[in-house]
């Protein structure tokens, strides 16, 4: 027996990850100018994302993806944690950018509460160059 079915609400909690982890992956496709638009109309009215709720959200989201728990899935994983919060009608600050020393690659991460959330290195470890955080109705 898997978890899901052990654990009482878990099949359903699984099918809600899964469906916005889908979502996640075709919205990560976007064009950033189109990608902010979205994340930014999905953010409104959203209250802000406490810590442990993003942090439960990002280990639903590795759990049950593959490809959002890999190295190159930070994309994809960063908007479905951001998804996953929305639906509890919370927002994180969503950050998409640089690592600030060498080696220097693009990331795209969490945060909550002026924390990274599941992330190992520190916030002055990354430079955002497009963030998006809770928006005003």
């Given at each position: 027996?898997?978890?899901?079915?052990?654990?009482p609400g878990g099949a359903a909690r699984g099918?809600?990850?899964?469906?916005?982890?889908?979502?996640?992956?075709?919205?990560?496709?976007?064009?950033?100018?189109?990608?902010?638009?979205?994340?930014?109309?999905?953010?409104?009215?959203?209250?802000?994302?406490?810590?442990?709720?993003?942090?439960?959200?990002?280990?639903?989201?590795?759990?049950?993806?593959?490809?959002?728990?890999?190295?190159?899935g930070c994309l994809p994983r960063s908007v479905?944690?951001?998804?996953?919060?929305?639906?509890?009608?919370?927002?994180?600050?969503?950050?998409?950018?640089?690592?600030?020393?060498?080696?220097?690659?693009?990331?795209?991460?969490?945060?909550?509460?002026?924390?990274?959330?599941?992330?190992?290195?520190?916030?002055?470890?990354?430079?955002?160059?497009?963030?998006?955080?809770?928006?005003?109705?």
């Amino acid at each position: 027996m898997s978890t899901e079915m052990t654990m009482p609400g878990g099949a359903a909690r699984g099918l809600r990850t899964r469906a916005v982890v889908g979502v996640a992956l075709l919205v990560a496709r976007l064009r950033p100018d189109r990608l902010r638009r979205v994340l930014t109309f999905l953010s409104r009215g959203a209250r802000p994302a406490p810590h442990a709720t993003a942090l439960a959200a990002y280990a639903s989201v590795v759990a049950t993806s593959r490809r959002c728990a890999g190295w190159y899935g930070c994309l994809p994983r960063s908007v479905a944690v951001a998804l996953l919060c929305r639906l509890s009608g919370t927002w994180p600050v969503w950050h998409a950018g640089v690592r600030a020393a060498p080696p220097f690659a693009p990331h795209a991460w969490i945060e909550a509460e002026a924390q990274l959330v599941g992330e190992a290195a520190t916030l002055d470890e990354y430079r955002p160059l497009m963030t998006v955080g809770r928006s005003p109705r």
